[in-house]
Each structure stands twice: as C-alpha cells, then as structure tokens.
C-alpha cells in the first residue's frame, strides 16, 4: 500500500520524530551519564514487550545521538558506556532474538547471513594475526543486520515511516550544523594524535558543524545530506510531487555551514549520474520540465551555500586555490596520486616485512597518525602531500590497511549482493520504483567518496541508515506480492 498524500511525506510523522529527537538530546544535555543507563532501560524494556516498531525507531534515535554526546563531552567514553549504549549492540541483540521467531529463512536471507559470518571471521583472524581480540568484531556488520531486521519485520508503510525518519534525522543535522557554526552550541571535542603522541582536539570555526554524527564527521554529515537529497528527488520525479523535491533541496543548504569540499565535488557527479540513470529507464519522458529546473536550482543552492560558508569563515580565496592546486597535482602527477600510491605503498611494506599482511592488514586500530598510517603518508611525494585530495588517505586504503585485502573485498562483496538483490526485484510501488533507481547511485558514489577522503566507513550510521531504508523498500514489496 501507498500513500498518496499532498506532500508525498507525512508531516505529521515527520514532525513527531524531530521532536523525540530533539527530546533525546536536551535529556542528555540535561543528565548527561546518566543517558547511558536510561537508553539501556529503554530498550530492554521495549525488547521485552515487543513493540518492535518502537524499539527500531528507538535505536535509530540512538544511532543519530550518541556521537553528539561522546562529542559534546555529555557522557565519558568508557567500557561500561559503550555497553550501556551502543547501538549496534542493540541492533546485534535485535538480530539475534528476531532469528528465534522464525525470521532471515528466506534464501536471500541465508545467504547474507553466511557471507556475513564469513566476513566476521575474516576479520577476527586479522585481529588475531595482530595478537589482538576484541569481541566487538560481532557489532562490524550492523548496516546489514539493519537490512535483514528492516526486510523481515511486518509494519505497515515501513518504507513511508523510514523516509520520514530520515528526513527527520536530516533537518536534525541541519539546524544542529547551525548552532555549531554560529557557536550557539560548543563545538564538538575528540581525543586525536600528531606525531608526539594523543590530545584533546576541539573543532575550530572551520570544521565545528558535524550535526549529530560526532567530532570530525562533517564528511558524514554532508554526505547523509546529499545522498538524502537525492532520494527524495527520486520520489518526487516518480510522483511527479514538487514538494517531494523542494523538502530535498533544502538540505542542500548544509553545505553552508559544513566544510565538505569532497562530499560536493561528489554530490554534484552523483546527480549527474542519476539523471543519466532517469534518461536509460526512460524515467525522464514529459518531465524535462520538472527535472531540469530542479538540477539548475539544486547548483545554485549548492553555489550559494558554499560560497557563504567560505565567506564567513575569511578562506574564499584559500578554498578556490586549494581546488585548483590539488587538481593540477592530481593531473599534471597523476602517477604519484596519493589515493592509488597508498595502496601500492602497503603492500610493497608488507612484501618486505609480512607477506601475510596482504591477507589480513595491521589489525583493527592500528592503522594511525601516530603509527602506521603516519608513515604511510609520509611516503607521498610533496607535490601530493598538499591537501586532503591530493594525499593517501582514504577509507578504502584505511579498510585495506587494517584488515587486509581479504576484509576490503568481503566489504564490497556484501553490498554488491544487495545491490545485486535489488536490481532483481520487480517494484511494484512507487518508493520501490524510485529506489531502484536511486539506490545504485548512492552506493556507488559512497565507494567513489571513500576512495577520495576517509569520513566514511563501511559500518558508519551512513550505511546503517540506507540500508534500514533498502531493507524496508524490499520487504514491503515482498509482502505486496505475496499478498496478490
């Protein structure tokens, strides 16, 4: 079933999970640690009482906020939190007691569920390798038991009710990013390292707006925002719903207090590839007239909000000279280009000293400023070692550094699966539709994006959030064929 309202989202919805959102933080501004224990009560009792539908909007909650109060130095991190609240062990804990129901029996199902347990083993004998065992190798995967747990559970227009919560969690991020840029709120703290060893690092003006997703994760924060603009772009053209499309471009506007520079050049070849996407289905015939002025106010917006947070952070010309000196490096040294040579640096180190750690990389957390990671970028020529875009760091080097090109490719060989899954599905609704079309695009320019900059990980709330939002498309569509 489809809803087929004026606005093509349920406000009201929409509405309602803002305010619990907005509740949650000022409970942990208010009580601080004491969050921890009161999270925990919440799901176990939720849990208990199977009100599964609360308990699954609950964690998303959870994963929205937690960061924010590590961050803002509301709760200490400490074993005893990481417990009290994780959320993807709650989400390892939901998997677990929905799988004694009679859930994940479908083909598909088995199959993930396998790959995945062949992953965690991956990646547990890298941790051993590198005599290190940590039982938090189970809590890797959460985006996928996001997507199982989304899929199987029964809650009628789940996808609809996933849809509003991600719009709810992006306006979150864009009024939050605002606060910190305008230092309404303090900006977010982590403990970093240099070369001499760890410090408390406080973001200044430059990089203070990363929403909720923590300290220094502005790149997630803008990324989340793109790719939620485009979903919502997706709907709109499928429904041909004006509104749909004006409430995604909104939060383009995020870019004009987060410092992002990857995430635009990223989103703006992203929705070109979409379009492209649009014209092959044949999704484009008789709406050339809605999709085109939404592409050229979509880079205007994009243009302007740029090009406020530049100006208000005095660094319009350092930006612009940044751009043109890193690309002419990349182009005119293509060779030497950080985020390839990365790659051919570790392993030409472990072909010299452990050929074994090809395999299984240096082990989980140990690939760091102060360590390895330091050295490795050490090794870029200086042309290269200018900017962020020019230099080897990358998610994808981080994830092959530390568990090896075993673990990298188990990563990818999970979300091609998915991806393969989805593309097999004949959708029958209007979501189902849009996604089809979305969907590919989003994921394979996240790949793109790690590849250029390391802000986002394979088990970042990036992942878990889209493919809760993969796994709710898929499971109504199933339950619509099955019940015609």
Not at 105 to 126: C, E, G, N, P, Y
Not at 359 to 367: E, M, Q, S, T, V
Request: with cysteine.
């Amino acid at each position: 079933m489809t809803r087929k309202t004026k606005w093509g989202l349920n406000v009201k919805n929409i509405g309602i999970n803002v305010s619990l959102i907005a509740s949650y933080l000022l409970f942990g501004y208010i009580f601080r640690d004491f969050i921890a224990i009161f999270s925990s009560i919440i799901f176990i009792f939720l849990l208990i009482t199977k009100k599964t539908e609360y308990l699954l909007l609950f964690l998303g909650i959870v994963f929205c906020c937690v960061n924010f109060f590590v961050g803002q130095n509301y709760i200490q991190e400490s074993t005893l939190t990481k417990v009290l609240i994780n959320p993807k062990l709650f989400l390892f804990i939901v998997l677990i007691a929905k799988s004694r129901v009679g859930w994940y029996v479908r083909r598909f199902d088995k199959m993930l569920l396998a790959w995945t347990f062949i992953h965690i083993t991956i990646v547990t004998l890298s941790d051993v390798y590198n005599d290190k065992i940590n039982l938090n190798v189970l809590l890797q995967p959460a985006a996928v038991y996001a997507f199982l747990i989304l899929r199987n559970i029964h809650i009628e227009n789940k996808t609809g009710k996933v849809i509003d919560f991600l719009v709810a969690v992006g306006i979150i991020q864009i009024v939050i990013s605002f606060m910190q840029f305008s230092e309404i709120i303090d900006a977010p703290m982590t403990i970093m390292e240099d070369g001499e060893g760890y410090f408390l690092w406080t973001a200044g003006l430059d990089d203070a707006a990363s929403g909720t997703f923590g300290a220094a994760c502005s790149s997630l924060t803008s990324w989340f925002c793109s790719a939620l603009f485009l979903t919502l772009l997706a709907i709109g053209i499928t429904i041909s719903n004006h509104i749909t499309v004006w409430i995604g471009l909104f939060f383009l506007m995020h870019y004009a207090f987060i410092d992002s520079k990857t995430a635009l050049g990223v989103s703006i070849a992203m929705t070109v590839f979409f379009i492209i996407r649009l014209i092959r289905k044949g999704n484009l015939k008789h709406r050339y007239y809605f999709v085109i002025p939404t592409v050229i106010i979509g880079i205007a917006i994009m243009s302007y909000a740029i090009d406020k947070y530049y100006t208000s952070i005095g660094t319009k010309e350092d930006y612009k000279e940044l751009v043109t000196k890193s690309i002419s490096g990349v182009t005119q040294h293509y060779k030497e280009w950080g985020k390839i040579v990365g790659f051919v640096n570790i392993t030409e180190e472990h072909l010299r000293e452990d050929p074994m750690k090809i395999l299984l990389g240096y082990g989980r957390g140990n690939y760091r400023y102060n360590g390895n990671m330091g050295r490795i970028e050490a090794m870029d020529t200086p042309v290269m070692q200018y900017s962020n875009f020019t230099r080897s760091r990358s998610s994808l080097i981080s994830s092959y550094a530390q568990i090896g090109i075993c673990g990298l490719i188990s990563n990818i060989f999970l979300l091609i699966l998915v991806i393969r899954y989805i593309k097999s599905m004949k959708f029958h609704t209007y979501y189902g539709a849009s996604f089809l079309i979305v969907f590919p695009v989003i994921i394979i320019s996240t790949i793109i994006f790690m590849f250029l900059y390391s802000g986002i990980q394979f088990n970042d709330i990036f992942f878990v959030y889209f493919l809760c939002l993969a796994g709710s498309v898929c499971g109504d569509e199933l339950n619509r064929a099955k019940a015609f």
